[in-house]
């Protein structure tokens, strides 16, 4: 039976960078002078894993450079060879080089042929073994090769296999189907036990499986082509091959029958009605987190976005239903009101799947920071704060590359020599911190270092060098913010870490089209934070609507922090057409969206509207409107994509009486009073 094992690609893609991920992430943890044997026998399997699904998928390649670092990496944790500092960074290579070859093969990238060979003779090196060269066994398409024939192999022979496997199968949610999909490409392949021979093959039940496959193989390979298949799920002494004449099969168990009425054949270790563990599902009583199923993230926008309708429908049948009377329709407004709070808890339940840890992207940072460390001879110490905090997946993806700038920029200008760190009494190891914390609606990402710090004066000449409007009056703040200027760099010589001026102006750009913000504080000699505040998702959000004269805006929720009606005394006029509202001790500026936003018919006298004071980027702004109207979860609707940036927005939404409502950023409102 030919079979396309094409279907299954992105499975093993997907899970062989997943263990690439956790085998870099223990090189860069683990001490080399006291390797922890968990850890050692960790990185094996990740190897192993990797090995054996591209062989089972026909990808002899990576192959080559897997079975190399495997074997070397047996040697390492069964203490044969001890393990050091520079067998790390080999091993380190070898990650790279894997990965460089399965992106080639799923995107069809070219593969630097040179550096595959230089790794693996490297790997060969430190083992003592010499392997088959990479580059003759390079896949040419990404059709699986069938494996090459030896002496053994003469004629046809049937083999009865038995393979136990290993009692985490099932939890690493591993799926038998491409096992036996590659034997059926072997040659006559029967499953004697472990499904029910009534099923068709694609179409068995995983719930009623055994524990113990037993199955049956007519072919011209040899065992060793045959245990190979089975190295992507198990070790070799999991699989049993025997040479038969005739297939064995496990006893029956007395008195099972199979649906159709026949003897099932073979032992079942799962009753019928009990859900066998795997991917499938779980054992009674097993924790749900073992449990994951991969969803393509097309099909998780598609949710999110009809669960956006659904909410913008719910809203609109709550504003129809204001005019129906509460007595007479009492059922209906209590059904409403349930539609409402499922609506809401089924939002929440959606907006979490798109949720990502941030670790996502921080944890490809200790490798980065290693490398670069190593290259500008500096100690650098890399700590991570924070990684369980979740983000939206669309940001999280966003902000790889902003935060790689920042990272490059402390190792290669803030962190100092270890001479220079010495001069100055510091300890010759630096330290960069990557930060992140949930505040409100937001979430606060922050990298910073203990160098040297900013330069007031090497940027303010260089800013106007550059032509920058700049004096010597401007606040540090002010000051900082130049470096986001294109094209600005103090770097006294052009690197190929930095040095051509581009870098914090694409941070900046890249943040804002994000809805975020950056601000920079420095302090010379002890070093820089640079904090990026973000909007914790881009989807739907709470929101409290007003009215200014005819028109509704949405002010969100997390930047107000409160509502008041001043009276005359309360208010003051500060120069031409500037006023501030005295709150507590405080004089706060106000300013008129009716006049920020032309709109007729607005109220301009404050003691006959509402004051709203909201909060952003550390200072306190009066927004003045015409009424509260109530509070709103909307959905948010980019106003770029169908309009263009109006100054003073997050984008807009759909009320429920179908008209359009702007949703003000309090962060924009904030730029824009300065502005003005």
């Known amino acids: 039976m030919n079979v396309d094992l094409s279907q299954f690609y992105q499975v093993f893609f997907d899970e062989s960078a997943e263990n690439l991920a956790e085998m870099e992430r223990i090189f860069l943890a683990i001490d080399p002078a006291n390797p922890d044997d968990e850890e050692l026998n960790a990185v094996f399997r990740a190897a192993h894993s990797i090995k054996g699904g591209a062989g089972t998928f026909g990808f002899p390649d990576i192959t080559v450079v897997t079975h190399t670092l495997e074997s070397l990496l047996d040697l390492v944790r069964h203490h044969e060879i001890a393990l050091t500092r520079e067998m790390v960074d080999v091993f380190l290579q070898a990650g790279d080089a894997i990965t460089m070859q399965l992106t080639g093969h ?33 896949v040419q398409s990404t059709s699986p090769a069938p494996p090459e024939l030896n002496a053994e192999a003469a004629s046809e022979s049937t083999y009865r296999i038995v393979f136990t496997p290993p009692h985490d199968l099932y939890t690493r949610m591993v799926r ?21 021979p009534h099923h068709e093959f694609a179409n068995y039940d995983p719930t009623r499986c055994l524990a113990i496959w037993e199955m049956t193989l007519t072919t011209d390979r040899t065992p060793d082509d045959i245990r190979e298949v089975f190295m992507f799920v198990a070790d070799e002494d999991e699989i049993r091959i025997e040479k038969s004449t005739a297939p064995a099969a496990i006893a029956p168990t007395q008195g099972e029958t199979a649906p159709d009425g026949g003897a099932i054949q073979g032992r079942r270790l799962y009753d019928k009605n009990e859900t066998a563990p795997g991917a499938y599902g779980r054992r009674p009583g097993e924790k749900a987190e073992t449990s994951s199923i991969r969803v393509g993230v097309t099909k998780v926008d598609q949710l999110i976005n009809q669960m956006g309708e659904l909410v913008i429908t719910q809203a609109m049948l709550a504003q129809a239903a204001k005019q129906l009377d509460p007595v007479q329709f009492e059922n209906l407004h209590r059904g409403l ?28 940072f200790p490798r980065l920071v290693r490398d670069l460390a190593d290259k500008l001879g500096k100690q650098v110490e890399l700590k991570l704060v924070g990684e369980s905090t979740e983000l939206d997946k669309g940001l999280v993806e966003k902000l790889a590359d902003p935060l790689t700038h ?12 270890p001479e220079a760190r010495i001069a100055t009494g510091k ?32 940027i303010l000449a260089k800013a106007a060098q550059n032509s920058l409007p700049v004096s010597d009056t401007m606040s540090d703040e002010e000051v900082w913010q130049l470096i986001f200027a294109p094209g600005f760099s103090t770097a006294e010589q052009v690197t190929d870490v930095s040095g051509r001026g581009v870098g914090m102006d694409v941070v900046l750009k890249n943040v804002h089209a994000m809805g975020g913000r950056v601000s920079i504080f420095s302090t010379h000699g002890l070093g820089s934070r640079v ?10 959000l709470d929101g409290l609507s007003v009215r200014v004269g005819n028109e509704t805006f949405i002010v969100p929720l997390n930047s107000i922090i409160e509502s008041l009606q001043p009276l005359s005394s309360d208010l003051n006029e500060v120069g031409r057409n500037n006023t501030t509202v005295h709150v507590r001790g405080e004089y706060i500026p106000l300013m008129r ?27 306190q702004l009066a927004l003045l409107v015409d009424e509260l109207l109530g509070q709103h979860q909307v959905v948010i609707k980019s106003l770029e994509t169908n309009y263009r940036k109006v100054d003073g927005t997050a984008g807009a939404t759909i009320l429920g009486d179908g008209r359009v409502a702007l949703i003000l950023d309090a962060v924009d409102m904030v730029r824009l009073w300065r502005s003005r």
Not at 121 to 127: C, K, N, R, T
Not at 446 to 456: F, M, S, T
Request: proline fraction near 4%; charge should be negative; charged fraction near 25%.
């Open 531 to 540: 904090v990026i505040s973000l909007p914790l998702t881009m989807a739907i």
């Open 427 to 458: 300890s010759p190891g630096g330290t960069i911190t990557l930060k992140a914390v949930q505040q409100g609606g937001r979430v606060v990402v922050e990298v910073g270092d203990d160098g040297a710090g900013l330069n007031r004066d090497r």
């Open 593 to 619: 969206l009716g006049d920020i936003f032309s709109i007729p018919g607005a109220v301009q006298r404050p003691e006959e509207a509402v004051v709203m004071l909201i909060e952003a980027e550390g200072e």
């Open 337 to 364: 009101s349930l539609l409402e709070r499922t609506t809401r808890d089924l939002q929440e339940s959606v907006m979490s799947i798109r949720m990502l840890p941030i670790s996502f992207i921080f944890n490809r």
């Open 176 to 196: 038998m189907e491409p096992i036996f999909e590659e034997l059926s490409a072997m040659g006559d392949f029967t499953l004697t036990a472990g499904i029910e």
């Open 106 to 138: 799923r995107d069809g990238s070219s593969v630097d042929q040179q550096l595959i060979e230089r790794v693996c003779e490297q790997l060969s090196a430190i083992s003592g073994c010499s392997v088959a060269s990479p580059v003759t066994k390079q």
């Open 406 to 417: 920042l990272v490059r920029n402390s190792l290669d200008h803030g962190i100092e020599s």
